[in-house]
C-alpha cells in the first residue's frame, strides 16, 4: 500500500515535469497579428468580461469587435474568464487593459494564463478522476492508482491545454462532467445534476454527455415508479437543473434579445457544416462529394441531425429502459461518438469529449480504450503540427501507450469476455457456429491501425504533398481517424445492445 503511493507520488511529479515542459512550446499565432492565435483568445475575453458591461459581453459594438475573437461559450466560461481577469488586474492592469492589450505575450503573462490551466486542473478535473476511480469495485488499490495515472496521462488532453490553446481550459468542462458520472455511479443523482448543468453552462458541447445523463436518470425515475419515489426524484432534479440554469443566465434574460444572442453566439449555425479537417462523417464524405456546395444550409442541419439522432437512438433507449450505471458509461462513450461523426459545426478538438468517457472505461476494456485513445490523439495530428507540438506528442503518446500496456495488460485481454463481446458472439453462433475469430479479427485491426497511424505520421512529417492536392496529408489523418470511429461507434452499440447484465447490476461499479 505505502509502496503504490510513493509511486503514485513520484509518478505525479513525473507528469507535472510533462505539463511544465509541454506548456514552454510556442503556441500557434504567437507575435502574429492581427489575431495572435488562439492564447490572445482566452485573454481577450478577460479583457472583455473585465471592462464592459454584462449586457455588451456577446454583442458586436464599438469597444466588442466580435470578429476579434468574440465570446462564444456560455456564460460560466464568461464568469471563469471574469474571475481570472480580477486576478489579473490585480498583479498588473496592463494585461486586461481595453483596446491597448491587444496582443499581450510578456513572459509574466504567460507563465499566469498557463497557470490559471494548470490550477483549474488541480481544483476540479484531478480530484475529479481521483475519486472516479477510488470508487472503483472489485478492484485493487495498486490497479486504482495505475488508473489515476492511465488517465491522466492521456495525450490529448495534455497536448491541447497545454500544447494547443494552452488556456481552453477543457479540463473544466471535462471535470464537471466527470463529477456527474461520479454522482450517477455513487447514487449522488442530485449532484450529479448539478455538475452536468455546470458542464454544459461551461462548453455547449458539453450536450454531447447530457443527452444519456437524463435518459438514465429518467429510467430510473421510471423504475422507482412515477406514483411515488420516482416523481419525487424527478421533481427534485427538475428543480436542479432549472435553478442551476436560471443562476447562470440570469443576467441575460433580462431582454429576449440578449437571450437569443447568447443563443446565436453558442451555435454558430452559419459557419456551414465544417470548418477544418475534422474527422467525422461529413469532412470525409465531402472528399467524394460536396455537400456544402450541393446542399443549402437548413438541409444541411436537417441532415445532420437525423443522422446524429438515428445513431444515438438505440443506446438511449436500452440506457432509458435498463438504467445501470455500468449501462450509463458505455452509452456516454456511444452517443459523444455520435455527436462527433454526426453533428452540425463540430471541431476536431471536439473528440476530448468523447475520450473522457472512454478514459471511465479503460478499466473495463483496456484495450479498445486504448486504442481509442491513441486514434483520438493521432486524429488532431494537423492541428498539433501546426504548433509545432511533434516531439511533445510523441513523448506523451508512448508514455501512455506503455503505462496503459504494462499497468492493464491489454495485450492478454483480447477474449470475447474481455472485449464485452461474449453476448454478441453466442448470438451470432445460433446462425453461424463457426463465428469464433472476432478476437484475432479485432487484434489484427489494431495492428493495421499501428501500422497506418505511425506511416501516415512519418508521410505528414517528412513529405511534401503535391501541389495539387496541398491537404492530401491532412484529408487522409481524417479519413483514416473517421474510419476508425465508425468502428468504435459500432463496437460500442454492439457492447450496449447485447450487454443482458445491465438489469442485473444496478449497483456494481467496476
Not at 437524463?214 to 424527478?234: A, I, Q, R, Y
Not at 438504467?323 to 456516454?332: A, E, I, Q, W, Y
Not at 469529449?353 to 478499466?363: A, D, E, G, R, W
Not at 517528412?462 to 496529408?473: A, H, Q, S
Amino acid at each position: 500500500m505505502i509502496v503504490s503511493w510513493m509511486w503514485l507520488h513520484c509518478t505525479s511529479l513525473g507528469l507535472l515535469t510533462i505539463f511544465f515542459e509541454i506548456k514552454k512550446t510556442a503556441f500557434l499565432g504567437a507575435g502574429k497579428p492581427p489575431m495572435f492565435g488562439d492564447y490572445e483568445a482566452q485573454r481577450h475575453w478577460q479583457e472583455i468580461t473585465f471592462n464592459l458591461p454584462v449586457r455588451q459581453w456577446y454583442f458586436n459594438t464599438s469597444d466588442n469587435n466580435l470578429q476579434y475573437w468574440g465570446l462564444d461559450y456560455p456564460p460560466l466560461t464568461a464568469y471563469h474568464s471574469l474571475l481570472c481577469a480580477y486576478v489579473a488586474e490585480f498583479i498588473n492592469p496592463d494585461w486586461i487593459a481595453l483596446h491597448t492589450s491587444r496582443g499581450y505575450e510578456s513572459q509574466a503573462h504567460k507563465l499566469f494564463m498557463r497557470a490559471t490551466v494548470f490550477i483549474a486542473d488541480v481544483l476540479i478535473y484531478i480530484p475529479a478522476v481521483i475519486l472516479y476511480c477510488c470508487c472503483l469495485k472489485e478492484t485493487s488499490t495498486k490497479r486504482k492508482i495505475t488508473n489515476v495515472l492511465c488517465i491522466l496521462l492521456y495525450p490529448g488532453l495534455i497536448l491541447i491545454d497545454y500544447g494547443h490553446f494552452q488556456n481552453i481550459y477543457n479540463s473544466v468542462s471535462l471535470g464537471f462532467a466527470l463529477w456527474g458520472v461520479l454522482g450517477v455511479s455513487c447514487d449522488w443523482d442530485l449532484l450529479g445534476s448539478l455538475a452536468f448543468c455546470l458542464a454544459v453552462n461551461y462548453k455547449q458541447m458539453e450536450l454531447y454527455h447530457s443527452l444519456p445523463f437524463f435518459c438514465f436518470l429518467l429510467g430510473k425515475c421510471f423504475k422507482k415508479g412515477l406514483k411515488g419515489k420516482g416523481f419525487v426524484l424527478l421533481i427534485k432534479l427538475a428543480c436542479t437543473v432549472v435553478a442551476s440554469f436560471l443562476l447562470c443566465w440570469l443576467p441575460f434574460f433580462a431582454e429576449r434579445e440578449q437571450t437569443l444572442q447568447v443563443l446565436r453566439r453558442l451555435f454558430p449555425v452559419d459557419r456551414g457544416l465544417f470548418e477544418d479537417k475534422v474527422a467525422n462523417i461529413w469532412c470525409s464524405f465531402n472528399v467524394f462529394l460536396k455537400i456544402k456546395d450541393i446542399l443549402p444550409r437548413h438541409s444541411q442541419v436537417i441532415i445532420s441531425f437525423c443522422f446524429t439522432f438515428l445513431s444515438l437512438l438505440p443506446a438511449c433507449i436500452k440506457l432509458t429502459l435498463q438504467p445501470s450505471p455500468k449501462g450509463f458509461r458505455f452509452t456516454l462513450v456511444s452517443c459523444a461518438l455520435s455527436f462527433f461523426l454526426f453533428s452540425f459545426q463540430v471541431h476536431e478538438k471536439s473528440i476530448l469529449l468523447v475520450s473522457l468517457p472512454v478514459c471511465l472505461v479503460l478499466n473495463e476494456i483496456p484495450f479498445i480504450s486504448t486504442w481509442f485513445l491513441l486514434v483520438s490523439t493521432f486524429s488532431m495530428l494537423p492541428l498539433l503540427l501546426k504548433d509545432e507540438l511533434l516531439m511533445p506528442s510523441v513523448v506523451t503518446v508512448m508514455a501512455f501507450f506503455i503505462a496503459c500496456a504494462t499497468s492493464f495488460s491489454i495485450f492478454e485481454k483480447i477474449s470475447e469476455e474481455e472485449l464485452r463481446l461474449q453476448s454478441f458472439s453466442v448470438s451470432v453462433r445460433k446462425y453461424l457456429p463457426c463465428f469464433t475469430f472476432l478476437p484475432r479479427i479485432i487484434q489484427h485491426l489494431f495492428l493495421i491501425s499501428v501500422v497506418a497511424i505511425v506511416l501516415l505520421t512519418l508521410m505528414t512529417v517528412t513529405l511534401d504533398p503535391p501541389g495539387e492536392l496541398p491537404d492530401l496529408f491532412s484529408v487522409l489523418v481524417c479519413f483514416v481517424s473517421c474510419l476508425h470511429f465508425l468502428f468504435f461507434l459500432v463496437y460500442f452499440n454492439i457492447v450496449i445492445m447485447w450487454d443482458r447484465r445491465n438489469g442485473r447490476n444496478q449497483k456494481k461499479i467496476n
